[in-house]
């Protein structure tokens, strides 16, 4: 019975290796003080914990004392997705987009104007209005997170504080309209 254990573990570790899973692990931060502007009290908290418990980079309170600054700003959305036969809403289509920009201290443009855009689906019905105002809190609130992640990966891409010419980090923006969210 424990070598039968003892192979399914072993099978399972191996394959999960092999399609390609790995930890987050710590993060390399060219910058080791950041000093974050804007974006809600939610989002920055979060992004303050990513950044401080997966690397050895601090969040500093004020711009003098930063090797880099993070200009984050939000924005929220809600679209009609789905109507019913009689034109009432049957499902809405929320947005968040994420602009952030990430310039050094001496004013160097480490990762220039970039978007994050997250969407959602939620059903609605007017029987429950009241649930669904909480559950769009619920639903922005975990786009916030997911876009906070996102920020975290990007950010590791800067490899210097002082560039060369053309090996800056590259502008990420949607190529187009978002595709619908799945249902």
């Known amino acids: 019975m424990t070598r039968r254990l003892f192979l399914t573990l072993a099978c ?5 290796s092999a399609c390609g899973f790995q930890l987050r692990g710590q993060q390399d931060y060219a910058f080791k003080r950041l000093y974050i502007a804007g974006g809600s009290q939610a989002a920055g908290a979060r ?5 401080q418990g997966g690397s050895d980079t601090v969040v500093v309170n004020t711009v003098a004392n930063a090797d880099a600054t993070l200009q984050i700003s939000e924005a929220r959305g809600i679209g ?6 009689l034109g009432v809403v049957e499902e809405y289509q929320l947005n968040l987009t994420m602009n952030y920009s990430l310039v050094g201290k001496d004013g160097t ?3 220039p104007p970039s978007v994050i855009a997250l969407n959602r689906a939620m059903t609605y019905s007017d029987q429950y209005s009241q649930a669904k105002v909480a559950e769009s809190d619920i639903l922005f609130a975990d786009m916030e997170n997911d876009a906070i992640d996102q920020l975290t990966r990007r950010l590791s ?3 210097s504080l002082h560039p060369a010419p053309g090996q800056g980090a590259p502008a990420v923006a949607p190529g187009g309209p978002l595709p619908p ?3």
Request: aromatic fraction near 0%.
């Open 12 to 16: 399972s570790v191996s394959m999960l």
């Open 47 to 51: 992004l303050t914990r990513m950044v």
């Open 80 to 85: 009609t997705l789905t109507l019913n036969t």
């Open 109 to 111: 443009v480490l990762i």
């Open 157 to 159: 891409i800067v490899k």
């Open 181 to 183: 969210p799945p249902l």
